[in-house]
């Protein structure tokens, strides 16, 4: 199908941050847009307010049957009558990745995936490409602080587009240039098996377009296997990459440094957000910007403007007393890179950190892990499991976790229970972590701290 010339279009799950994502480009493009969701949010009251029609209980009356086009996302319970409707009637359903592919096809694609990185990584690329004036539309998996919005459009058909490996879906995708961060075990609930993941993982080095660029964390298990037509490998701060960063040093809570290839170099960068693992994500990114030869100096005045994404490593409180930071950590190795870069950015401080595990499987079968990174911390909370679209697994909680810790300052809380403790612990570094509804309560700990 041909994105460009859809004029109504309906959502099944229009409030998903991805799905949003390819609802704001319909309706930038003119189309009618409307859909169903199963709760009122922030961001489905934006998208309401930006003109789409968003209902949120399952009734057929209430969908809109003149669409050209469904889209739906996979977490939707098979038995959604709405969506059941449209196919019992032979309407044109598609999944979201579907129509990802499309856009692939239609433009100049390039495309993050990985296990950890993703979302700031293609989140930075966008933003460097509208701020020097190349242009983009970007599809992203989270929100920019610079524009709060996970979409912006250009009039240059290039896309910017996450790639997620939920269901398989980013093996749809065509990208010119596919940006591969890490192949670490994670949704074994889909793939079964790491060696599953890890395939899948090649395989979208396969999907590059012929005249393509894979760029490549350096050093990646498998790495002989991840191979596009023309290979390019990043890293931190390891000089066998074909592109890393150099002359690294900590500035006010962010960061100072080059980044250095072998035929250029791009000296004093300035990353206002925190992380360490953010200065590697910048390093792919800058990368980007010179495959598609944009001036090195205009990068560099865009990037010190860089205020990074919604929830990731995202500073919420920060001043002599307390510093809060609040993260979508829900994996341990994104837990670990996320505690030791706090933790070496504000050295001698107790680093207290409040965890809510996400998903069944991904805590029985990456238990060990979590604990291993919870230890890095002085003090842990732990909030019971966010199940998502899982049922509950006998015998699998959040003392599972607490259980293998070897550290013995680990507490398992309701969330009721961590305000209470935020308002009476004498708190120096404060993290919340994980991809449930853990946010919820970003708002009253701010206050909390904030009022202390």
């Known amino acids: 199908?041909?994105?460009?010339?859809?004029?109504?279009?309906?959502?099944?799950?229009?409030?998903?941050?991805?799905?949003?994502?390819?609802?704001?480009?319909?309706?930038?493009?003119?189309?009618?847009?409307?859909?169903?969701d199963r709760t009122e949010t922030d961001l489905t009251k934006r998208l309401a307010a930006e003109g789409m029609a968003i209902h949120y209980t399952d009734d057929v009356?209430?969908?809109?049957?003149?669409?050209?086009?469904?889209?739906?996302?996979?977490?939707?319970?098979?038995?959604?009558?709405?969506?059941?409707?449209?196919?019992?009637?032979?309407?044109?359903?598609?999944?979201?990745?579907?129509?990802?592919?499309?856009?692939?096809?239609?433009?100049?694609?390039?495309?993050?995936?990985?296990?950890?990185?993703?979302?700031?990584?293609?989140?930075?690329?966008?933003?460097?490409?509208?701020?020097?004036?190349?242009?983009?539309?970007?599809?992203?998996?989270?929100?920019?602080?610079?524009?709060?919005?996970?979409?912006?459009?250009?009039?240059?058909?290039?896309a910017v587009i996450e790639a997620d490996e939920y269901d398989r879906s980013f093996l749809k995708l065509h990208p010119d240039i596919a940006v591969l961060t890490s192949i670490d075990p994670d949704h074994l609930d889909i793939y079964g098996t790491a060696a599953e993941m890890e395939a899948a993982f090649i395989q979208y080095t396969k999907n590059i377009k012929p005249e393509g660029t894979l760029l490549v964390k350096h050093g990646l298990h498998r790495h002989t296997e991840l191979k596009g037509p023309e290979t390019i490998t990043y890293s931190l701060q390891n000089d066998a990459a074909d592109i890393y960063a150099d002359n690294l040093v900590l500035d006010k809570g962010g960061y100072r440094f080059d980044v250095v290839a072998k035929d250029w170099r791009l000296n004093n960068l300035s990353l206002r957000i925190g992380g360490m693992h953010n200065v590697e994500n910048t390093v792919a990114a800058i990368a980007v910007t010179k495959m598609l030869k944009i001036d090195g100096d205009v990068v560099r005045a865009a990037l010190a403007a860089f205020r990074g994404i919604k929830r990731r490593f995202e500073?919420?409180?920060?001043?002599?007393?307390?510093?809060?930071?609040?993260?979508?950590?829900?994996?341990?190795?994104?837990?670990?890179?996320?505690?030791k870069s706090a933790k070496r950015l504000f050295p001698g401080r107790?680093?207290?950190?409040?965890?809510?595990?996400?998903?069944?499987?991904?805590?029985?079968?990456?238990?060990?892990?979590?604990?291993?990174?919870?230890?890095?911390?002085?003090?842990?909370?732990?909030?019971?499991?966010?199940?998502?679209?899982?049922?509950?697994?006998?015998?699998?909680?959040?003392?599972?976790?607490?259980?293998?810790?070897?550290?013995?300052?680990?507490?398992i809380l309701s969330k009721e229970g961590l305000l209470e403790f935020v308002k009476q612990a004498p708190l120096q570094l404060f993290i919340t972590a994980g991809a449930g509804d853990i946010d919820k309560l970003t708002g009253p700990i701010k206050q909390i701290l904030e009022g202390k």
């Open 1 to 36: 199908m041909n994105v460009k010339e859809v004029s109504r279009v309906y959502f099944v799950g229009i409030g998903g941050i991805g799905m949003s994502a390819l609802a704001r480009f319909f309706l930038g493009r003119g189309a009618v847009v409307s859909g169903y």
């Open 315 to 339: 500073y919420l409180v920060s001043n002599d007393e307390v510093v809060y930071i609040d993260d979508y950590a829900h994996h341990p190795a994104e837990l670990a890179a996320l505690i």
């Open 61 to 158: 009356a209430l969908c809109d049957k003149d669409t050209q086009l469904v889209i739906y996302t996979p977490a939707i319970p098979k038995d959604h009558k709405e969506l059941n409707w449209f196919r019992d009637n032979n309407y044109p359903v598609y999944k979201r990745s579907d129509v990802l592919q499309w856009i692939t096809e239609a433009m100049f694609a390039v495309t993050v995936a990985g296990t950890h990185g993703k979302t700031t990584i293609s989140t930075m690329i966008a933003y460097l490409l509208r701020e020097t004036g190349y242009g983009c539309n970007a599809f992203l998996g989270g929100i920019s602080v610079n524009y709060e919005s996970n979409y912006w459009a250009s009039e240059n058909d290039t």
């Open 350 to 411: 107790r680093c207290v950190v409040a965890f809510q595990p996400h998903l069944f499987s991904r805590t029985r079968d990456l238990v060990d892990g979590f604990a291993e990174s919870l230890d890095m911390a002085d003090e842990v909370i732990l909030l019971d499991i966010y199940p998502a679209r899982e049922l509950p697994m006998e015998g699998v909680t959040s003392a599972m976790i607490s259980d293998r810790m070897a550290n013995p300052a680990v507490t």
